[in-house]
């Protein structure tokens, strides 16, 4: 669902989208918990 959702969404709002080969293993291995707390601060900031 996601690899035809995001396309779709890059070309609506007309941003590069760059699918990376090591996706899975860098969402599940590499974890995400600073990345989400990245993007939590940056739109607490911009609200």
């Known amino acids: 669902m996601m690899q035809c959702d995001l396309?779709?969404?890059a070309?609506?709002?007309s941003v590069p989208l760059v699918?990376?080969?090591?996706?899975v293993e860098i969402?599940?291995?590499t974890g995400?918990?600073?990345t989400?707390?990245?993007l939590?601060?940056?739109a607490a900031e911009t609200a």
């Open 19 to 23: 699918m990376n080969d090591r996706v």
């Open 36 to 38: 989400m707390r990245f």
């Open 40 to 42: 939590t601060c940056s």
């Open 32 to 34: 995400t918990l600073s």
């Open 7 to 9: 396309p779709r969404l």
């Open 11 to 13: 070309k609506h709002y």
């Open 27 to 29: 969402m599940f291995n």
